[in-house]
């Protein structure tokens, strides 16, 4: 019998197998890009397989040639050149709009959803803080549904609190009685029966309480007085009885003719369990939710997506590929990890690395204790030894043969 990571493994070379043979098999109309595939197989396949599906039809063979050309002139103008500091420049390459989202909050001043943009947005990101300053989630429909249907399932989200649906409070002192008057209107309109309501009060309050329909009537006890009965009625109309708790508010906006519903707050797991939504597409901006919910991949593209989503909200602009390289480091062991000293900066080799984040101090003396070797291999520690940078033209080195005379 195989075992289940046995058979993992074999569905994996599978799927790799099966990719192999989809690039081998594929065969253009044109005679040109079949040609070019024969005699530079080490290109990459799906650039040609776009470019056969969009060219025009009936493109001359001497035009085809032409864009061919082109496309492979940006293909070679993209590739990296061996040992090129690609973290140094995707580090200046995001650290100067960084700068700009700084100067920028002087111009926004007074703004109160720019709390949750810009910089401090970012650092959330990067540092994939637990707890987020404005915590959100795109929810969409399987189907088209009408304004109020929609109306209807947002008010399904939403936490609701029996202070919602209260008419009137009165406190008996004497008899030593809350008497809680509902509005049946507030009821109808989230399509609830009040019975269903009660029910998901706390278990203190029912079992003091009598509901006839209309009136909650809490009993305190013999010895009970004004302050112990205020702290009743606040305890039981700050109740959730109805939606789901963490979500605070809800409200809708359209996007290509679609009603999505925004949250402020998230509940992924809660979410699954209302059949309207169509969870193959929900989305959230807490990276470590998106983690625990969908996985590492799904973690991944929520860095790339918030980071430029931020950099777009104050009109700025970063190539994409410095986002990737950064979403990778941020997820390359299989959880996403922040840029902080606990994250990555961890996992740094070099003693003398370690130490130019945070904490020197701390790093220095626990290398020493162990005697950890720095073999001076990484940017950082060749700068702050005022040797040669081991990128670029510092990697070859050139060796001059003595004559004999």
Request: hydrophobic share 40%; aromatic share 6%.
């Given at each position: 019998?195989?075992?289940k ?7 994996k ?43 025009p039809p009936k ?7 032409k ?38 909050t ?21 540092d ?12 969409y429909l ?26 009137k ?23 609830v ?8 009060l ?5 079992k ?57 707050g ?24 998106m983690y625990?919910s ?16 931020v ?26 990890r ?23 101090l ?21 700068v702050?030894?005022?040797?040669m ?16 005379n």
């Open positions: 019998m195989a075992t990571k046995e058979k993992v493994k074999k569905e070379k599978e799927v790799i197998i099966e990719n192999k043979v989809e690039e081998i098999v594929f065969k253009s109309k044109y005679k040109i890009l079949n040609d070019f595939m024969e005699k530079n197989p080490d290109f990459p396949t799906y650039i040609l397989i776009e470019l056969d599906s969009i060219l493109t001359s063979d001497s035009d085809l040639k864009i061919l050309n082109n496309v492979v002139e940006e293909y070679e103008n993209s590739l990296i050149t061996p040992n090129e500091a690609i973290g140094v420049i995707t580090a200046q390459s995001v650290g100067e709009p960084s700068t700009q989202m700084t100067l920028n002087f111009h926004f001043a007074g703004v109160a959803t720019q709390s949750v943009e810009g910089l401090p947005r970012l650092i959330e990101i990067l994939i803080k637990k707890t987020l300053e404005m915590p959100m989630m795109k929810l399987k189907e088209q549904l009408s304004e109020d249907k929609v109306k209807l399932v947002s008010s399904k989200i939403r936490e609701t609190k029996l202070f919602d649906f209260v008419k409070v009165d406190i008996d002192v004497e008899e030593k009685k809350v008497v809680i008057d509902l509005d049946l209107k507030e009821f109808k309109k989230v399509g029966d009040p019975e269903a309501l009660i029910g998901n706390d278990k203190k309050i029912r003091s309480s009598e509901f006839d329909g209309k009136t909650i009537v809490i009993t305190g006890g013999s010895n009970d007085g004004l302050k112990d009965l205020m702290g009743m009625k606040e305890f039981a109309l700050s109740s959730i009885v109805f939606g789901i708790k963490g979500i605070r508010d809800v409200s809708l906006i359209k996007e290509n003719d679609e009603f999505v519903i925004v949250t402020k998230i509940a992924l797991k809660q979410i699954a369990n209302i059949s309207e939504i169509d969870i193959s597409r929900v989305y959230c901006n807490d990276i470590t939710e625990n969908y996985g590492v991949e799904a973690a991944r593209q929520t860095v790339i997506r918030e980071i430029m989503e950099v777009k909200s104050q009109g700025l602009s970063i190539n994409e590929r410095h986002v990737l390289l950064i979403a990778d480091v941020m997820t390359y062991t299989g959880e996403p922040g840029m902080t000293r606990y994250g990555i900066v961890a996992d740094k080799l070099n003693v003398l690395t370690r130490a130019s984040f945070e904490t020197p701390k790093h220095i003396s626990g290398g020493a204790l162990i005697n950890e070797e720095n073999v001076l291999t990484s940017i950082t520690e060749n702050m030894t005022n040797q940078v081991y990128v670029g033209t510092g990697v070859p080195k050139v060796s001059v043969k003595k004559s004999e």
